[in-house]
């Protein structure tokens, strides 16, 4: 990719800023088969916007995408700092793409200081195209005209292809403070770029302002317009992605906002949340639309209350959904654990960030898994599910209030911020009534019913609501018999927690084993969860390209696990977990069989299966990149 | 003429309720915990107001008195040591037309659930909060609690306990949104009732806090009170509730408070020698939470799946073929 860029501007790194000189003819346009792109500013100059909306177009346009965002910890991190990048990647490919990738193509950039964060991280491929905002080289403090110039010939020196583009002095004809504009002109820019089609491209501007008014559309249209203009006058590149419209509907959404669309979907009535990154989105979103359908989003006082309220709702027959990250989490524990022993079913869903502590908040981490599957004192089975897509956000909710329901258990459903934020078209969901809580059961109940009428077999219950005729009881925290009664005996003590853990087997029986990715057998098999599947998958067809037997499961359920496990790691000479989660390094000194800690699905199948897995795992913050679990796989093949 | 009289007789000592039908077990209560006396008062307000024990929900936290809803034949949830106010919310969130009673402890609402308590006010819900306040920790045996008096000798202050005692009516009269405030004290029966049964007729976030003897572990903090009636204050007002004239006999010491005076409300409830006993405050006109949010509004499928439906428009790529049928939408 990188060298067809390079081949077609080659030259240009020599020209004189500031303004990239008119091409001679119109470039030809070179067809790619997928291409990475970043746009990155300062916060506040819009250019997170500018990415979700070329991502979405390139949606509408049929291309495969996948969008990430680049958030700073900081919600105004000073101006033109390196740790400040903010902004917005977008992959754009012929098929189906389902991660971020490796390294970028093609960067847009506000200032110097946040493109050297991008640099330094090591996110940019050698010699990738830059267009760089070059107002800062004639700026009037000298210390940033300096820093301005030493790092656009250093970059230059490394070979990067910069160009030069006065963004601001562009847009200051349309717009009174182009700062705030010039997002949409560089979505012009790129549109042109990428031979989108301006029509679409002027739907999507009308839909990301569609809370604005008509005069702050008009603006963003014109900038639109002269950005496209700009860039077909001025840049001597210009590239085709083929794309294929899908013969269905598709929907353009980042995993949060498929979370909350879950959460209508689910017919679920009540949201008790409190904010917390990267969570909130969700919350955001659902507040907005909400409503409409007769659903509340409760902001709570904070997490415990968030969680208690939604198990007050489900208590009294609706059952609710709280929706928080890992600090969040670890507060609800105690609230937790009072739902599985009510057996009162609940929604929690968890969109991990970095951990342990405060973390990494706005950055991704795999590291809940064993809290949500262990947490809460004493033995608490829940349901735990992980979303391994953006399409995957959204039926797991609507799957985790039906089993809720239907088994009286709490269903933690893991996303992450990988997730959250990512977009990436899937098929418009056909909406099903099934999907659909039954209406609350009000009927008068036999004398005589018990509330916790535990089945011998499957350890079920069939729940008696509140309002019910003869069926009143007072349920409890503490161990309690059938009759819902305080009860310290060491018999009931026993069926009881026995009745609550055979409930997971109940719902493990009704499982499918999970797909394998790639041949039923091989070398090598990695096994993932969660939002990793995407760089999983491509680094296998990459590897499997290579010659490599090797192949992938991904698993939606955490606790149960899915039947057929067994069989399928039996097929293969090794196994791998590949999780962003810590795992010990077998070749830093100390570390040896009788004190490595493994990442937590392969310490889960390790302690099952009783099988030699091995793990890998990457806790910086970012997504793991597919180049980089090859290296893993050729690494552990040989 | 006798047959239809008797039938009609027979439905209502049917549908009449009595006191047997919303006791539930024998309380484990120590004899002599004003918790007793609360029950007592809750019981009979339930058979006077005829209240249909399905549609009665009791929800409290940790500690002796959030073992109440197991002595109610009624619908109850046992929760989480500081937690009821908010289960109690999602509760009446999700189904306003249950009556919703929270029982709670100094210990339950004043420490491990004040951040709780505090909102609570705010969102003033319709519901019936007793706070059984004894001033100490009895289930996990003699703690110092925040509504302890100062110096109390306890399992963790064995020299006496360091702060002032916080006043639970001045913090809830202090909070946005406060709708009614009353105090009653577990040694007379009749202000106990009554304060609980004008808690339960408000619409709103009706607290009251009754004023419990510890016999345990507490036994004579309230003695000087109980020996003189001139230590007891009832407030007396046509808005706030009546007392009988035996009571009116012994306790003297009367005066008369309006309840919409929250000014009033906020000096009186500073007292502690003499105590009031009574309404201190009420608003009717604060709204409740969960009308504001129009909890319980009916929700048929069609406007859910409308509700989805246009939001995945919003989201929707559609094939070329589509694009005109989409437009007709």
Same mark, same amino acid.
């Given at each position: 990719?990188?060298?067809?860029?390079?081949?077609?501007?080659?030259?240009?790194?020599?020209?004189?800023?500031?303004?990239?000189?008119?091409?001679?003819?119109?470039?030809?346009?070179?067809?790619?088969?997928?291409?990475?792109?970043?746009?990155?500013?300062?916060?506040?100059?819009?250019?997170?916007?500018?990415?979700?909306?070329?991502?979405?177009?390139?949606?509408?346009?049929?291309?495969?995408?996948?969008?990430?965002?680049?958030?700073?910890?900081?919600?105004?991190?000073?101006?033109?700092?390196?740790?400040?990048?903010?902004?917005?990647?977008?992959?754009?490919?012929?098929?189906?793409?389902?991660?971020?990738?490796?390294?970028?193509? &093609?960067?847009?950039?506000?200032?110097?200081?946040?493109?050297?964060?991008?640099?330094?991280?090591?996110?940019?491929?050698?010699?990738?195209?830059?267009?760089?905002?070059?107002?800062?080289?004639?700026?009037?403090?000298?210390?940033?005209?300096?820093?301005?110039?030493?790092?656009?010939?250093?970059?230059?020196?490394?070979?990067?292809?910069?160009?030069?583009?006065?963004?601001?002095?562009?847009?200051?004809?349309?717009?009174?403070?182009?700062?705030?504009?010039?997002?949409?002109?560089?979505?012009?820019?790129?549109?042109?770029?990428?031979?989108?089609?301006?029509?679409?491209?002027?739907?999507?501007?009308?839909?990301?302002?569609?809370?604005?008014?008509?005069?702050?559309?008009?603006?963003?249209?014109?900038?639109?317009?002269?950005?496209?203009?700009?860039?077909?006058?001025?840049?001597?590149?210009?590239?085709?992605?083929?794309?294929?419209?899908?013969?269905?509907?598709?929907?353009?959404?980042?995993?949060?906002?498929?979370?909350? &669309?879950?959460?209508?979907?689910?017919?679920?009535?009540?949201?008790?949340?409190?904010?917390?990154?990267?969570?909130?989105?969700?919350?955001?979103?659902?507040?907005?639309?909400?409503?409409?359908?007769?659903?509340?989003?409760?902001?709570?006082?904070?997490?415990?209350?968030?969680?208690?309220?939604?198990?007050?709702?489900?208590?009294?027959?609706?059952?609710?959904?709280?929706?928080?990250?890992?600090?969040?989490?670890?507060?609800?524990?105690?609230?937790?654990?009072?739902?599985?022993?009510?057996?009162?079913?609940?929604?929690?869903?968890?969109?991990?960030?970095?951990?342990?502590?405060?973390?990494?908040?706005?950055?991704?981490?795999?590291?809940?898994?064993?809290?949500?599957?262990?947490?809460?004192?004493?033995?608490?089975?829940?349901?735990?599910?992980?979303?391994?897509?953006?399409?995957?956000?959204?039926?797991?909710?609507?799957?985790?209030?039906?089993?809720?329901?239907?088994?009286?258990?709490?269903?933690?459903?893991?996303?992450?911020?990988?997730?959250?934020?990512?977009?990436?078209?899937?098929?418009?969901?056909?909406?099903?009534?099934?999907?659909?809580?039954?209406?609350?059961?009000?009927?008068?109940?036999?004398?005589?019913?018990?509330?916790?009428?535990?089945?011998?077999?499957?350890?079920?219950?069939?729940?008696?609501?509140?309002?019910?005729?003869?069926?009143?009881?007072?349920?409890?925290?503490?161990?309690?018999?059938?009759?819902?009664?305080?009860?310290?005996?060491?018999?009931?003590?026993?069926?009881?927690?026995?009745?609550?853990?055979?409930?997971?087997?109940?719902?493990?029986?009704?499982?499918?084993?999970?797909?394998?990715?790639?041949?039923?057998?091989?070398?090598?098999?990695?096994?993932?969860?969660?939002?990793?599947?995407?760089?999983?998958?491509?680094?296998?067809?990459?590897?499997?390209?290579?010659?490599?037997?090797?192949?992938?499961?991904?698993?939606?359920? &955490?606790?149960?696990?899915?039947?057929?496990?067994?069989?399928?790691?039996?097929?293969?000479?090794?196994?791998?977990?590949?999780?962003?989660?810590?795992?010990?390094?077998?070749?830093?000194?100390?570390?040896?069989?009788?004190?490595?800690?493994?990442?937590?699905?392969?310490?889960?199948?390790?302690?099952?299966?009783?099988?030699?897995?091995?793990?890998?795992?990457?806790?910086?913050?970012?997504?793991?990149?597919?180049?980089?679990?090859?290296?893993?796989?050729?690494?552990?093949?040989? | 003429?006798?047959?239809?009289?008797?039938?009609?007789?027979?439905?209502?000592?049917?549908?009449?309720?009595?006191?047997?039908?919303?006791?539930?077990?024998?309380?484990?209560?120590?004899?002599?915990?004003?918790?007793?006396?609360?029950?007592?008062?809750?019981?009979?307000?339930?058979?006077?107001?005829?209240?249909?024990?399905?549609?009665?929900?009791?929800?409290?936290?940790?500690?002796?008195?959030?073992?109440?809803?197991?002595?109610?034949?009624?619908?109850?949830?046992?929760?989480?040591?500081?937690?009821?106010?908010?289960? #109690?919310?999602?509760?009446?969130? #999700?189904?306003?037309?249950?009556?919703?009673?929270?029982?709670?402890?100094?210990?339950?609402?004043?420490?491990?659930?004040?951040?709780?308590?505090?909102?609570?006010?705010?969102?003033?819900?319709?519901?019936?909060?007793?706070?059984?306040?004894?001033?100490?920790?009895?289930?996990?045996?003699?703690?110092?609690?925040?509504?302890?008096?100062?110096?109390?000798? +306890?399992?963790?202050?064995?020299?006496?306990?360091?702060?002032?005692?916080?006043?639970?009516?001045?913090?809830?009269?202090?909070?946005?949104?406060?709708?009614?405030?009353?105090?009653?004290?577990?040694?007379?029966?009749?202000?106990?009732?009554?304060?609980?049964?004008?808690?339960?007729?408000?619409?709103?976030?009706?607290?009251?806090?009754?004023?419990?003897?510890?016999?345990?572990?507490?036994?004579?903090?309230?003695?000087?009170?109980?020996?003189?009636?001139?230590?007891?204050?009832?407030?007396?007002?046509?808005?706030?509730?009546?007392?009988? #004239?035996?009571?009116?006999?012994?306790?003297?010491?009367?005066?008369?408070?309006?309840?919409?005076?929250?000014?009033?409300?906020?000096?009186?409830?500073?007292?502690?020698?003499?105590?009031?006993?009574?309404?201190?405050?009420?608003?009717?006109?604060?709204?409740?939470?969960?009308?504001?949010?129009?909890?319980?509004?009916?929700?048929?499928?069609?406007?859910?799946?409308?509700?989805?439906?246009?939001?995945?428009?919003?989201?929707?790529?559609?094939?070329?073929?589509?694009?005109?049928?989409? +437009?007709?939408?």
């Amino acid at each position: 990719m990188n060298e067809t860029l390079t081949a077609v501007h080659g030259d240009d790194a020599t020209l004189e800023p500031p303004v990239a000189p008119r091409p001679k003819a119109k470039p030809a346009v070179v067809t790619l088969d997928e291409c990475v792109v970043e746009i990155i500013s300062d916060s506040g100059e819009g250019a997170q916007r500018c990415g979700q909306s070329l991502g979405a177009i390139a949606a509408r346009m049929g291309n495969g995408v996948w969008t990430v965002e680049i958030i700073p910890a900081e919600i105004q991190p000073p101006a033109r700092s390196i740790a400040g990048a903010s902004g917005n990647r977008i992959r754009l490919g012929a098929n189906r793409i389902a991660n971020g990738g490796d390294g970028v193509d &093609l960067v847009v950039a506000f200032n110097e200081q946040v493109l050297l964060g991008r640099v330094r991280a090591g996110e940019l491929k050698p010699g990738c195209t830059i267009l760089l905002e070059c107002m800062w080289r004639t700026h009037s403090d000298p210390r940033i005209a300096a820093a301005y110039r030493e790092t656009y010939e250093d970059l230059v020196a490394q070979g990067y292809q910069v160009i030069e583009v006065p963004f601001e002095a562009l847009c200051k004809p349309i717009v009174p403070d182009p700062r705030r504009g010039k997002n949409m002109f560089v979505l012009g820019v790129l549109c042109t770029v990428f031979s989108f089609d301006l029509k679409l491209a002027r739907e999507q501007v009308r839909l990301t302002f569609r809370k604005k008014s008509d005069a702050v559309v008009r603006s963003n249209l014109a900038l639109l317009e002269a950005g496209a203009a700009w860039a077909d006058a001025n840049l001597d590149f210009k590239y085709r992605i083929p794309a294929v419209r899908a013969k269905e509907p598709q929907i353009v959404v980042n995993g949060n906002t498929a979370i909350a &669309l879950g959460v209508l979907a689910s017919g679920m009535e009540i949201c008790a949340m409190y904010p917390i990154t990267p969570a909130t989105s969700a919350s955001h979103y659902l507040s907005e639309v909400f409503e409409r359908v007769g659903g509340i989003v409760h902001q709570a006082e904070d997490e415990i209350a968030a969680c208690t309220f939604a198990i007050g709702a489900s208590y009294a027959g609706k059952c609710a959904v709280t929706i928080t990250s890992g600090p969040g989490y670890s507060l609800k524990q105690e609230a937790i654990g009072l739902a599985v022993m009510c057996e009162i079913p609940l929604v929690v869903v968890n969109v991990q960030r970095g951990g342990p502590s405060t973390g990494q908040p706005t950055k991704g981490e795999q590291g809940d898994a064993l809290t949500a599957i262990y947490g809460s004192h004493g033995d608490a089975p829940k349901v735990v599910m992980a979303a391994s897509t953006i399409e995957d956000c959204f039926y797991s909710v609507v799957t985790a209030r039906k089993i809720a329901e239907a088994f009286n258990m709490v269903v933690v459903v893991l996303s992450d911020s990988n997730l959250a934020t990512s977009q990436q078209p899937f098929p418009r969901p056909r909406f099903d009534e099934a999907w659909l809580a039954a209406p609350i059961d009000q009927s008068a109940v036999p004398f005589g019913t018990k509330p916790y009428d535990w089945n011998k077999d499957t350890g079920l219950i069939h729940r008696i609501v509140p309002g019910q005729p003869n069926g009143m009881h007072t349920i409890t925290g503490l161990a309690h018999d059938r009759d819902g009664r305080v009860a310290y005996d060491p018999v009931i003590n026993e069926e009881a927690i026995r009745a609550r853990s055979l409930k997971l087997a109940t719902l493990q029986k009704t499982l499918k084993p999970p797909p394998v990715f790639g041949d039923p057998d091989g070398d090598l098999l990695i096994v993932g969860w969660g939002s990793t599947r995407g760089a999983i998958e491509e680094a296998v067809t990459r590897a499997r390209a290579e010659g490599l037997k090797v192949s992938s499961t991904h698993l939606h359920f &955490l606790q149960p696990m899915q039947p057929g496990i067994k069989e399928i790691m039996a097929r293969f000479r090794r196994v791998l977990c590949v999780e962003a989660n810590w795992c010990d390094r077998p070749e830093d000194k100390l570390i040896d069989e009788n004190n490595r800690r493994f990442s937590a699905l392969a310490m889960m199948l390790r302690s099952r299966y009783l099988v030699d897995i091995d793990c890998w795992g990457e806790v910086k913050g970012q997504p793991i990149k597919p180049g980089t679990i090859l290296d893993v796989i050729r690494a552990r093949i040989a | 003429m006798s047959m239809p009289m008797h039938e009609c007789l027979l439905q209502m000592v049917e549908e009449a309720h009595s006191l047997e039908d919303y006791q539930s077990g024998v309380p484990r209560w120590c004899s002599g915990c004003g918790d007793n006396a609360v029950l007592a008062a809750v019981q009979r307000l339930c058979r006077d107001e005829n209240l249909r024990p399905e549609k009665l929900a009791f929800v409290s936290g940790i500690g002796c008195a959030s073992r109440f809803p197991h002595y109610m034949r009624t619908y109850g949830f046992h929760g989480i040591h500081g937690r009821a106010l908010p289960i #109690a919310e999602g509760v009446k969130m #999700a189904r306003p037309d249950l009556h919703v009673f929270v029982n709670t402890g100094d210990g339950d609402c004043c420490s491990i659930g004040a951040a709780h308590w505090l909102h609570a006010i705010r969102y003033n819900m319709n519901m019936t909060v007793v706070l059984h306040d004894n001033h100490v920790y009895g289930l996990t045996k003699k703690q110092v609690s925040p509504t302890s008096p100062k110096g109390l000798r +306890s399992n963790t202050t064995p020299h006496g306990s360091y702060l002032d005692a916080m006043n639970p009516l001045t913090v809830t009269l202090g909070v946005t949104n406060v709708s009614f405030v009353a105090q009653a004290v577990d040694w007379i029966p009749e202000v106990v009732h009554a304060v609980i049964k004008a808690a339960f007729h408000h619409q709103g976030f009706s607290f009251v806090r009754i004023i419990q003897r510890c016999p345990e572990f507490l036994p004579k903090m309230w003695e000087p009170w109980l020996h003189d009636p001139q230590k007891t204050l009832l407030l007396e007002h046509p808005d706030g509730i009546g007392y009988s #004239a035996g009571l009116q006999k012994i306790y003297k010491n009367r005066q008369s408070h309006d309840p919409s005076d929250i000014h009033r409300a906020r000096e009186i409830a500073s007292s502690i020698d003499p105590v009031p006993v009574g309404i201190l405050f009420r608003d009717e006109s604060v709204p409740c939470y969960e009308d504001i949010r129009e909890a319980g509004k009916p929700r048929p499928i069609e406007m859910i799946k409308a509700g989805l439906e246009a939001e995945l428009d919003k989201f929707t790529v559609w094939p070329d073929a589509d694009e005109p049928a989409r +437009s007709a939408v």
